[in-house]
């Protein structure tokens, strides 16, 4: 069982910041494609942001220029820096690690931690 560990979420006002963490196994995290979602309560899980092995990131509109997405390889850990967070960005967040098995695409997920942001 493939554990990914989230930390740093919490509750902060409306326009501050919060670094979220996720640490991965260094033999997941070496080939995987990392990722942030999230899901408020009544919708869809939906992505934040990815980032691949090599450093190449995408993100979602929603967040664009208000997230930054980085990993640590030394360290097998992966950060998510939000800042003017908004009350629409409430939800569980979720780390997320994906490699392609075959065609197939294998996904690890971490627990999920809560992203409160008040108005």
């Known amino acids: 069982q493939v554990q990914l560990v989230e930390s740093g979420g919490g509750l902060v006002q409306a326009g501050g910041s919060l670094r979220l963490s996720c640490a991965a196994p260094r033999n997941i995290f070496n080939i995987a494609t990392m990722g942030w979602y999230r899901q408020a309560p009544g919708k869809q899980r939906e992505l934040v942001a990815t980032?691949?092995?090599?450093?190449?990131?995408n993100y979602a509109d929603s967040m664009k220029g208000r997230i930054t997405i980085s990993r640590d390889n030394a360290e097998n850990t992966m950060y998510l820096q939000m800042n003017s967070l908004k009350p629409e960005d409430t939800a569980v967040y979720y780390c997320?690690?994906?490699?392609?098995?075959?065609?197939?695409?294998?996904?690890?997920w971490g627990q999920g931690t809560q992203v409160t942001v008040s108005s």
């Open positions: 980032i691949t092995t090599g450093g190449s990131t």
């Open positions: 997320n690690a994906y490699r392609w098995q075959v065609s197939t695409r294998v996904n690890y």
